[in-house]
């Protein structure tokens, strides 16, 4: 049954030539009987060459995208190639993917739409910043105040989707900070979104794009996106 559901691993990456090898050793390990494909983001460092030297499955994005235009490369290849199921997996380690198949299993067996693997629940592993956490608190309020739906981890980026979601997300992908809006918008087009318990890692190389002092402005953008995409028709 698992073996066909294809089913492909979406890996963006900007600047992860320290981590990348370890990230897609991972999904092999644990995870073998998924694709992956590295959505190479414009890296200034060796992240292009790590891949080719590896053999590893790599789209080699000319400029620099962001999260959302790799990420969306990402389903656009995997509606492209006819798959299943498409999860979007960190290329910096903090992601485990030993969750991967639980939550496709939970995708398939509930007939979801989107799984989205969520920290909060059982609270184990990296529970991110004090300024992070809240702002995670506040997002989960303004989503289950506007769509009714309680997500407890609505920036998490371990998310997987069905061939709905891999259609709409082709078809039209948040540029910055993605995660809450996208969230928003497919909850809006009437999809079903549920999470699994998962344990995220700190961070293996690098830092997060996403720091203390940009932490107020994000959580503006972000807000005025949400709002603006419920008042789309």
Excluded: W
């Excluded at 789209?59 to 492209?80: D, E, H, S």
């Amino acid at each position: 049954m698992e073996q066909s559901i294809k089913s492909l691993v979406i890996i963006p990456a900007y600047n992860e030539e320290k981590s990348i090898d370890r990230v897609v050793e991972d999904i092999r390990n644990n995870a073998p009987d998924f694709d992956f494909v590295v959505v190479n983001d414009c890296s200034r460092d060796q992240t292009l060459q790590v891949c080719r030297i590896k053999g590893y499955p790599v789209l080699n994005l000319p400029v620099n995208l962001g999260i959302g235009g790799a990420v969306q490369t990402g389903y656009r290849y995997a509606q492209k190639n006819g798959y299943d199921v498409a999860v979007q997996f960190d290329g910096d380690g903090q992601h485990d993917a030993g969750y991967l198949r639980r939550m496709r299993d939970k995708l398939m067996a509930e007939n979801l739409d989107m799984v989205i693997g969520s920290r909060f629940l059982e609270k184990e592993g990296f529970q991110s910043s004090g300024i992070r956490r809240f702002g995670i608190r506040y997002f989960t309020r303004l989503i289950r105040m506007l769509t009714g739906t309680v997500i407890t981890d609505p920036t998490s980026g371990m998310r997987m989707a069905g061939k709905r979601v891999i259609a709409e997300f082709a078809g039209s992908y948040p540029k910055d900070y993605p995660e809450p809006e996208s969230v928003v918008h497919i909850l809006r087009q009437g999809c079903i979104v549920d999470e699994v318990p998962v344990r995220m890692r700190e961070r293996m190389e690098g830092v997060s794009s996403i720091s203390p002092g940009r932490s107020v402005y994000y959580m503006i953008k972000v807000t005025l996106a949400i709002l603006m995409e419920m008042l789309r028709k």
